[in-house]
């Protein structure tokens, strides 16, 4: 990709792109869905990169959960624009947000593991993320038989 990767903080702007993407993989079960009320309320956790039609093509979250702690969410890459260094420039972005704010653990719950061990993640037993983490699970509808993996980056 010639164009440099300018991945920023998303505006109100983007609210629907961002839905739109995170939808299309919803559907396929390998993302949870979010809805455009969830992603308004959270849309300070955002980030994007947008195409030259300003499309959103990329997104993803970082949601402070805990003094300690805080979360990737909702990463999501359109397929055209794969492997192309967007995924882990928007998990960078999220880990660079985490360390300016002095969060020292940063945990993803994902159908994708092998791609965050690849970002310097490792996996963690469920079990070891505080209960506070499971609000959003039980309005999923694989709860409790989740089979998303929790990864972990320590700072
Ligand atoms: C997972 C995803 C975000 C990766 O985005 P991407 O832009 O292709 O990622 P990058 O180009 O930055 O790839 C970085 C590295 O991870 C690897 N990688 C990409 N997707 C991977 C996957 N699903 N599993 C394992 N490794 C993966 C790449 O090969 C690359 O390795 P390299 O640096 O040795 O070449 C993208 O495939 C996607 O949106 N998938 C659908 C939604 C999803 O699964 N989201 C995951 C969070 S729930």
């Known amino acids: ?19 739109a993407l995170i939808s299309k993989y919803a559907k396929r079960g390998l993302m949870l869905p979010r809805s455009l009320n969830n992603i308004y309320e959270n849309i300070r956790d955002y980030f994007v ?33 794969q492997k192309r260094g967007l995924g882990s420039g928007m998990v960078l972005a999220c880990l660079r947000e985490a360390k300016k704010m002095a969060v020292p653990r940063v945990f993803v719950l994902t159908y994708a593991p092998s791609f965050f061990k690849s970002q310097g993640f490792e ?19 694989l709860f409790p038989d989740c089979n998303e993996t929790a990864l972990v980056y320590e700072f």
């Open 1 to 19: 990709m010639k164009r440099k990767l300018t991945i920023r903080k998303a505006t109100l702007e983007d609210g629907r792109g961002i839905h």
């Open 49 to 81: 990169y947008t195409n030259r039609k300003g499309k959103v093509v990329a997104c993803a979250a970082l949601h402070v959960v805990w003094e300690d702690l805080a979360e990737v969410k909702a990463l999501a890459v359109e397929k055209d624009y």
């Open 123 to 141: 996996v963690t037993d469920k079990a070891e993320l505080p209960q506070k983490i499971w609000g959003e699970c039980i309005h999923c509808p």
